[in-house]
């Protein structure tokens, strides 16, 4: 199922899976990574009006690299102090 925001140029996608079943998980990260990587090649967004969540949190370093990743996690670290 997919459903849009056009004016914005957002597609947001519902597989429709069963997640209590552990092929379907599989699937679904397997869509996930799939869809990330598309994105990617297209220099678009995974964030969209929802953020990154759980579900997407394992794209950023693919999404922004490696090294701006390890800025973020310093950010992060040093804010805790």
């Given amino acids: 199922m997919y459903y849009a925001h056009a004016g914005a140029g957002e597609i947001h996608l519902r597989p429709i899976l069963d997640l209590k079943q552990s092929d379907d998980v ?8 799939a869809t ?4 990617k090649k297209y220099n678009g967004s995974l964030s969209g009006e929802h953020g990154d969540g759980r579900v ?5 370093p693919l999404m922004i690299g490696e090294e701006n990743y390890a800025y973020l996690k310093e950010i992060k670290e040093n804010l805790g102090r």
């Fill in 56 to 60: 997407r949190a394992e794209f950023i």
């Fill in 36 to 39: 990330a990587k598309l994105v």
């Fill in 26 to 33: 599989q699937l679904f990260h397997d869509i996930s990574e």
